[in-house]
Structure formats: C-alpha cells, structure tokens
C-alpha cells in the first residue's frame, strides 16, 4: 500500500531534550516536506527536499533540521525543543508537479 | 513568500445543498491543489489544476482556475453529512518549491 508514516503519532517531552521524528515514503517520490498545523495558521512549510542529500528552508525553519541520506527517508529534528514547537506535524511526499501524500501527523507537547 | 487566503473561513449548509469555497494567492503558479481534512488527521488531495486550465471535475467536485484574478474556487455539489472537513488549497509557485497553503474553509454539512 502506497503511504506516508510518521513516527511518533504522539510525543511529549520537556524543554531542551532532543527529539527525533521520522518520516518514511514507499512511493519512490523524489518530494519531501515537513509542515507544522496551528489553530488559525493553516499549515506552514518547515523545510522540504527536492532530491537526496537536497534540503531547503520553508517558511518557518528556526528551531528544526532535517537530512534527507535517502530517497525514502525525510527525519525532521528538533535539538533543543522549546514550548512553542507545540504542534501538529505533517510529513507528505510527492512526485514532482504533482499532488501531495500526507502522513498521519505527529501531535507534538512541549512542556 | 506567496499565500493562499480561502474564504469564507466556515461554511454551514443543509445536506443536498452546493458549498462554494475560493482561494486567492499573490505570485505565479504550477498548479493549484485543493486538500480535504478531517478532523486532525492528515490531508487528503482532492483535484488538482494546472495554471493553463480554467476547470477541472471529479465527481461532485468543480475547481475553476483565473490566473488573471489570482483565484481559485471549489464547488462541491448535492453536499453529504461526510463532506464536514477542513478545505484547504495549496499554491505550487512557478518559481521555487515552497508549497504555501492558505488557512482553510472550515465546512460543516448539517444532515
């Protein structure tokens, strides 16, 4: 089956503790991106890749880093997670062009 | 970086009867994309139309396209209690790979 998964589904963790959540395509989409969910904000892009070892800045980059080693794989880091990094996180994929897969979510609490 | 504005921002209707949800971005565009979500889960991919076309159909789905007024609208006919979900439309530019979506028509189908 054709999908996005994302791991954590839910996390809480305290100020500062370094966090990892993994995202993982099976769709041989060359397309990465994280994005955060906020009530009222929509969804605001992190970071996105275009290719392996190809990353680039979205609209909110502070506070986040990713690595993109392989096709599949899209781990979005935060090292020193702070309470305004509370949120829903969404990983998608997608060929070139075209439309967008959306994992699951990850709802994040940073206490 | 380029924005999509849905309005209205919710949108109550009887089930049978059209909800007309519209989009306007800022900047030239690949393709515009409408997502549907549902309470926060992930997003699913509705239609997709590119910036050549005026108007695109699946199913009860109806998007049109004005690249001169930089809007776009998505019309869902003979609307069904399963229908009540988020609408979002998502701005592929035609320079750069920063998605942008806007934040959403929030719609409620009353049975």
């Known amino acids: 089956e054709a999908q996005v998964t994302q791991n954590p589904r839910y996390l809480i963790t305290v100020t500062g503790k370094k966090l990892t959540v993994t995202c993982s395509q099976n769709?041989?989409?060359?397309?990465m991106s994280w994005y955060r969910q906020d009530p009222g904000l929509g969804l605001r892009q992190i970071y996105y890749?275009?290719?392996?070892?190809?990353?680039d800045k979205g609209d909110v980059p502070e506070g986040y880093k990713v690595s993109r080693k392989e096709k599949r794989n899209f781990p979005l880091i935060l090292e020193s997670p702070s309470p305004n990094q509370t949120s829903l996180y969404f990983c998608?994929?997608?060929?070139?062009?075209?439309?967008?897969?959306f994992g699951p979510g990850t709802r994040l609490t940073v206490l | 970086s380029q924005q999509g504005e849905e309005d209205p921002q919710a949108l109550s209707i009887q089930e049978g009867e059209n909800a007309t949800m519209n989009c306007s971005y800022k900047?030239?565009?690949?393709?515009l994309q409408w997502y549907r979500q549902n309470s926060g889960r992930g997003l699913v991919h509705l239609i997709l139309?590119?910036?050549?076309?005026r108007e695109k159909h699946s199913g009860r789905l109806r998007v049109t396209l004005d690249t001169s007024k930089k809007s776009s609208s998505l019309l869902i006919t003979a609307s069904r209690a399963a229908d009540t979900a988020s609408y979002f439309c998502?701005?592929?530019?035609?320079?750069?790979?920063?998605?942008?979506f806007g934040p959403g028509t929030r719609l409620s189908v009353l049975p």
């Open positions: 998608a994929s997608s060929s070139t062009g075209r439309e967008q897969f």
């Open positions: 769709m041989n989409h060359e397309y």
């Open positions: 890749s275009m290719n392996v070892e190809v990353t």
């Open positions: 900047t030239s565009i690949n393709n």
């Open positions: 139309i590119r910036s050549n076309e």
């Open positions: 998502a701005t592929d530019p035609l320079r750069g790979q920063n998605f942008v």
